[in-house]
């Protein structure tokens, strides 16, 4: 059965009383339409000109950057500013740039997320946090996540699908090429309180602290172990795939801090990353955590700022965080106390 085309959905929404949903609406579009152009840059795989290609420069955060990464930034970047938006700010630049400073919504934005991954032909995607401008883009993009109006992300795999949220539930849109449109395929998006299956890079357990190893430890031990029930493991390492397996089939994701040598306050981004990713998750029904503090109760400090994340299955985030607040088990931890 044919499902609602994201055009419609947007304009349904827009009915709604809310003061910025027809930018909004032309927002989402404006970016739906750059996924179906990058996402034909990505098929080209090796024969794209700009597909493997590493960059001499880095972005913001020091890593190396590919082409594809700054063509997808400049894709996104002129979708925004042709939909009017305030402030663009993206993994790939190191300060927010000012496009229509009255508009009353900016973007934040990781244009690539998991370009390491292009090489490998492992799915990547595009993540990106919608919120209400402030008087300039330094205290719009250091809010809390509660503040967003919508977030979602784009994920180029085996369909092109478009996961978003409003504020009121989580919806999933695949593009379909017969019909040249998003199409909603999943709507009211509900995942499992509880959870047989996890993600973890279990090759860092010497690095992790002592209540991530005690939780580890108890999943493994399966039905035979304290949890009585057997774990299913996985772990992509692309965080667009890993949450889209969570939202349609359950489970929970853990990147954690550790004791190497950046990785202290963990590595995935909070304002373009874990925020938005956060409020898919909780739209969804599941719970986003740093290990102590929901994560979208945290105030950013800095635009760039890292954090640990573990989301998903309610049920055993509470365990986590349960796990992280024990003095017998956790470790003492700034981050027990940073909160909005």
């Not at 032909?121 to 719009?140: E, H, K, M, R, Y």
């Not at 309180?193 to 090759?203: D, G, H, I, Q, V």
């Not at 390492?237 to 306050?265: C, H, W």
């Not at 024990?326 to 931890?333: E, L, T």
Request: aromatic share 8%; glycine share 8%; charged share 20%.
């Amino acid at each position: 059965m044919r499902g609602t085309v994201l055009s419609e959905f947007l304009t349904g929404a827009s009915g709604r009383a809310h003061p910025v949903h027809e930018p909004l609406a032309a927002l989402i579009e404006r970016f739906a339409g750059v996924a179906v152009s990058l996402r034909t840059a990505i098929q080209e795989g090796a024969l794209g000109a700009s597909f493997s290609t590493t960059l001499s420069s880095s972005n913001a955060d020091g890593d190396d950057q590919k082409a594809l990464d700054v063509h997808a930034d400049d894709l996104f970047l002129q979708a925004a500013s042709e939909a009017g938006i305030a402030f663009y700010a993206s993994e790939e630049q190191a300060e927010p740039l000012v496009l229509d400073g009255i508009s009353p919504l900016s973007v934040a934005i990781d244009p690539l997320d998991g370009s390491s991954n292009i090489d490998t032909n492992i799915t990547i995607g595009t993540i990106f946090s919608i919120v209400p401008s402030l008087a300039d883009a330094q205290s719009t993009f250091l809010q809390p996540g509660t503040a967003q109006v919508a977030a979602g992300f784009f994920v180029y795999g085996p369909q092109l699908a478009l996961v978003l949220t409003l504020g009121a539930g989580t919806s999933i849109f695949v593009y379909s090429e017969r019909e040249g449109v998003f199409l909603k395929a999943y709507a009211s998006v509900q995942i499992n309180p509880e959870a047989k299956e996890f993600a973890l890079n279990m090759s860092n357990y010497r690095h992790w602290d002592p209540a991530l190893r005690a939780y580890a430890d108890e999943c493994l031990a399966g039905a035979s172990g304290p949890r009585k029930k057997n774990f299913n493991m996985r772990w992509i390492a692309s965080l667009v795939a890993e949450t889209y397996r969570i939202l349609v089939r359950g489970g929970v994701f853990m990147y954690p801090r550790d004791n190497r040598k950046g990785y202290d306050q963990g590595r995935l981004r909070l304002v373009y990353e874990a925020n938005p990713v956060a409020m898919l998750i909780e739209q969804a029904g599941g719970a986003a955590i740093n290990g102590y503090t929901r994560i979208l109760d945290l105030k950013p400090a800095s635009l760039h700022e890292r954090t640990p994340f573990m989301f998903g299955a309610r049920n055993e985030i509470d365990l986590l965080r349960q796990y992280h607040a024990d003095p017998a088990i956790g470790r003492p931890s700034t981050l027990a106390s940073k909160k909005a």
